[in-house]
C-alpha cells in the first residue's frame, strides 16, 4: 500500500501529460465564414503595408538625422534648436530629385510623309486620290519595303502621306519619283518628301560678348558658322535663327539660344547636352533648356 502511495503522484503527473498530448492530436475545428473573412482581411492589410519602413530603416533613418544634428551643433554651438530645424529640412530638400526639363516638343508622328507642292499639283494629284495610294504602294512594293501607305489628306503645305511604319531614305525617293512622274504633275514646284519632325530647345553657354577675330559683339552670323563648322553638331538642322543674350548687363560673356530639328524622342538633342567645343580660347558647354512658348511645333506649320 505503501508503494502505491508512493507512485500515485507520478502516475498522476503521466496521465495529465497524455491528457495534453491526446488533445493536440484532436483535429482543429473548421472556421466559421465569418472568421474565415476576418483572417483573410487581417492578411490583406499586411501585405497591403508592405511600402511602409520596416524598425531597421526607421532606427537607421534615426541614427543619420541625430549624427546631422550633432555635426550641425558643433559647427553652430550657439544656434537654437528651431534654427538646426530649418536647416535640416532644407538638407533633405536637396536630395530630392530635380524636375526633368521639357527641351522636345511633341509634334507628330514621323508615320507622316510631307510632299510640299503648290495648289495646282494639290488638285490634279487629288482628282484620282485612290489609284495614286494604290500605284504608291506598288512601287514601294517593288523595292522590297515594308511600308504601305494607308490615306492621303491635303495640308496647307501640300499632302500628307500617313503610312504604317517610319519611312526611310530610299521610301521617299521612290515616293518622290512617283509623284513627280505622274501625269498633269509640275516636277519644278514639288519640294522632296520629308518626314515631320519635333523641336528642341537648347543653349550655349561661356561664350564671350566680344568676339576675338573682330572686336566687336558676337553677331548671329558668326553663331551660325560656328555651329556649321564645329563636328558635333554634324546632322544638325536649326529650326530658326540663334538668339543671343548677355548674362547680365554687366556680364561679358552670352547665353546663345538655339533650336533644332528632331524625333519626338529627343534623340539629337541628347547627343548635344553636356557636350563641350572651343571658341577661341574659351570652352563653350550646351545645355538643355524648356521649350518656348509660342513658337511652332513640327517643321511643317
Known sequence: MQIIKEMSPKIDKNINKLAAVSVLLLPIPAKSPKEV????NFFKKNLDNKGKKSYAQVSSANTNTARETLKIKEAFPNLQNKK????QKIISSDSKTKPQLNITT???SQKQVIV?????????FMKELSSHITNINKVLKNIKSDVIADFICIENSGLVITTNKVASALDLQTIEKYIKN????EANYIKSPRLSQSKSFLKIISIPYIS????TCISTEEVIKIIKENHIFNNIILASRPRII?????????IIWFDIWDAQSGAKAKRLINRCFNVGRYIASIHGTNMNLGVPQYKNC
Not at 37 to 40: A, D, K, P
Not at 212 to 215: D, I, K, V
Not at 247 to 253: I, L, R
Request: avoid cysteine.
Open 116 to 124: 510640299s507642292m503648290n495648289s495646282k499639283n494639290v488638285n490634279n
Open 37 to 40: 473573412v476576418e483572417i483573410s
Open 84 to 87: 538646426i530645424e530649418n536647416i
Open 246 to 254: 548677355k548674362v547680365s548687363p554687366k556680364s561679358d560673356m552670352l
Open 106 to 108: 511633341k509634334g507628330p
Open 212 to 215: 576675338e577675330s573682330t572686336n
Open 182 to 185: 505622274t501625269y498633269n504633275i
